[in-house]
């Protein structure tokens, strides 16, 4: 007949006990990990409440940002586009502005000639039916006074050129000959014909005979 070891039911019960401790550890393992589980599935999943509103803050202000943008490009389009209109207009005045000051540009000076070839015309019938030298001598005079005057009231103005040093820029020399005297090389010493200025611009060189 076996006898009764207490030894043996103590070890029994601290068995029984350790199978117990393990099961509750393992079942607090679990429930750990499920947790962490959770809170990883909660955090990826963008379905969620709170992450779908961030989400759609976001959005929302690329949207509106991208709106700004959109409108900034179109304000500047816009810009351009009145600006290369108005500058199209402006061209366009003043070719036309050009083309009718070219048309007119002699119109002034034709008119203000035109009381010169009136009295050309009478001077030439004077001419024609009167002998006095003196008195036709005279009329042509007027009439040639009468142009210069015309003419400089204008802005023409005669190059005094005889006598002046040769300058390339204001003269043409035709020939050139012995200076008469020592001062007079390199001088104009004559004029074939005049040079003019137009309101200070040259629009023609005085012909000149240079001494050497």
């Not at 810009?79 to 402006?90: K, T």
């Not at 006095?132 to 040639?144: C, H, R, Y």
Request: hydrophobic content about 35%; charged content about 35%.
């Amino acid at each position: 007949m076996s006898r009764f070891n207490p030894f043996n039911k103590k070890k029994e019960m601290n068995n029984k006990d350790q199978e117990l401790q393990n099961e509750a550890n393992n079942d607090n393992e679990n429930k750990e990990h499920n947790i962490d589980e959770a809170a990883i599935n909660f955090n990826a999943d963008d379905s969620l409440s709170g992450t779908t509103h961030l989400n759609d803050e976001m959005a929302n202000e690329e949207i509106d940002r991208f709106q700004e943008l959109e409108n900034q490009l179109k304000e500047s389009n816009d810009r351009y586009l009145r600006l290369v209109a108005e500058f199209d207009n402006f061209r366009k005045r003043t070719a036309k502005e050009k083309m009718e000051l070219t048309k007119t540009a002699g119109e002034d000076i034709v008119k203000a000639l035109l009381d010169v070839v009136d009295d050309s015309e009478r001077a030439a019938k004077q001419m024609e039916s009167s002998e006095d030298l003196p008195s036709i001598k005279e009329g042509i005079n007027l009439v040639f006074n009468k142009l210069k005057n015309t003419l400089q009231n204008r802005g023409l103005k005669a190059m005094e050129s005889k006598d002046q040093d040769f300058d390339v820029e204001l003269h043409e020399a035709i020939t050139e000959i012995p200076a008469p005297t020592e001062e007079m090389k390199g001088k104009v010493i004559d004029e074939v014909s005049k040079g003019y200025f137009w309101n200070d611009k040259i629009i023609r060189h005085a012909k000149v005979v240079v001494g050497k």
